[in-house]
């Protein structure tokens, strides 16, 4: 069984939010409310709303510590 994609985990702690309420955020950074939000609407098309579905299933498991170290050796 594969790991997840270490470019979409990079992505993740790199990219910025382009649009709405939380512009300029790291997508690893959106709270999880705004993420539930989607979730239940409608996620973006194309690379943005990956990562935020990404982001979301990462948090909604547990796994947010995973974020955060990714970000700490990303940012070295």
Known sequence: MEGPDKQVLIDIV???MPFGKYKDR??????????EWFNKKEWPTGKIGYLMQNVYEIKINGMEPL??????VIRR
């Open 14 to 16: 790199t990219i910025r």
């Open 26 to 35: 790291l997508i690893c950074d959106l709270p999880i409310f705004y993420l």
């Open 67 to 72: 974020l955060r170290q990714i970000k700490s």
